[in-house]
């Protein structure tokens, strides 16, 4: 447990690094959750940035490995959105470790055993970022891989988005609430703690996992911590009770 909160927050401060360094381009203000984007995309071939055998490498994988994918596909979103949108700058990162992703877990041992590949992904990933429109969606190419940016959604959609890129519409649980309003939640931690994602992605756990997340954060915790002195014991009776009622392959 110390080691994953450790990782995390080394996965936060890496992040936040990332960030730090786009922040000098701001994009326009934006204060909604989704915001209307022009409908033509704007085309990158990001692995011109990298080496041939690098590029081959970074292909493959995410031909491959959808960990090393869903890695990727979250520093360039959450890098993007940082740029675009710096006044939520963080929401991701600090999102990502309260969720307890398993953000560069795919990526780290391939950094390990070449550190070539992690600077040049590093520094593609700056390239295509500084380069790009905030106020349109991003056609991404690496060798025969291709995919589609939209950063705003990645982030209204986030964490679940992480396991799934192409939600096409923000989980119910999420009660209509944005990425900031939900992290600045101290109660949303005490959810995915519980009941974390990944694992078991059957459509049946699922829904009643969301549904009992969104139980566990909005009524069981937000009772609880809205006390002058919140009662630790008492949630976690009040948690494992609630979870009972979940059928036993999805707790």
């Given at each position: 447990?110390?080691?994953?909160?450790?990782?995390?927050?080394?996965?936060?401060?890496?992040?936040?690094?990332?960030?730090?360094?786009?922040?000098?381009?701001?994009?326009?203000?934006?204060?909604?959750?989704?915001?209307?984007?022009?409908t033509e995309?704007?085309?990158?071939?990001?692995?011109?940035?990298?080496?041939?055998?690098?590029?081959?490498?970074?292909?493959?994988?995410?031909?491959?490995?959808?960990?090393?994918?869903?890695?990727?596909?979250?520093?360039?979103?959450?890098?993007?959105?940082?740029?675009?949108?710096?006044?939520?700058?963080?929401?991701?990162?600090?999102?990502?470790?309260?969720?307890?992703?398993?953000?560069?877990?795919?990526?780290?041992?391939?950094?390990?055993?070449?550190?070539?590949?992690?600077?040049?992904?590093?520094?593609?990933?700056?390239?295509?970022?500084?380069?790009?429109?905030?106020?349109?969606?991003?056609?991404?190419?690496?060798g025969n891989?291709?995919?589609?940016?939209?950063?705003?959604?990645?982030?209204?959609?986030?964490?679940?988005?992480?396991?799934?890129?192409?939600?096409?519409?923000?989980?119910?649980?999420?009660?209509?609430?944005?990425?900031?309003?939900?992290?600045?939640?101290?109660?949303?931690?005490?959810?995915?703690?519980?009941?974390?994602?990944?694992?078991?992605?059957?459509?049946?756990?699922?829904?009643?996992?969301?549904?009992?997340?969104?139980?566990?954060?909005?009524?069981?915790?937000?009772?609880?911590?809205?006390?002058?002195?919140?009662?630790?014991?008492?949630?976690?009776?009040?948690?494992?009770?609630?979870?009972?009622?979940?059928?036993?392959?999805?707790?």
């Open positions: 447990m110390r080691r994953r909160w450790l990782f995390g927050g080394l996965v936060l401060a890496a992040v936040l690094a990332g960030m730090a360094w786009w922040r000098a381009e701001r994009g326009p203000d934006v204060h909604q959750t989704l915001v209307v984007v022009r995309q704007h085309r990158v071939d990001a692995g011109a940035w990298l080496s041939p055998d690098n590029r081959g490498t970074a292909a493959r994988q995410l031909d491959a490995h959808d960990g090393f994918e869903r890695d990727l596909l979250f520093l360039f979103n959450s890098s993007l959105y940082g740029r675009c949108h710096p006044e939520h700058a963080h929401d991701i990162g600090r999102m990502a470790v309260a969720a307890r992703l398993p953000v560069l877990d795919a990526m780290a041992p391939l950094w390990h055993r070449d550190p070539s590949l992690r600077d040049e992904l590093y520094r593609m990933i700056r390239s295509v970022v500084a380069a790009a429109d905030c106020d349109r969606p991003l056609s991404l190419v690496i891989y291709a995919t589609t940016l939209q950063p705003a959604r990645y982030a209204a959609f986030f964490p679940d988005s992480y396991f799934d890129p192409g939600l096409s519409a923000p989980p119910d649980e999420f009660a209509g609430r944005s990425l900031a309003e939900r992290v600045a939640d101290s109660c949303t931690a005490v959810g995915y703690a519980v009941l974390p994602l990944g694992g078991d992605r059957s459509w049946v756990c699922l829904g009643a996992r969301a549904s009992m997340r969104r139980h566990v954060i909005a009524d069981l915790c937000g009772s609880i911590s809205g006390r002058a002195t919140p009662d630790a014991p008492a949630l976690a009776r009040l948690i494992d009770t609630s979870l009972q009622v979940l059928p036993p392959a999805c707790r």
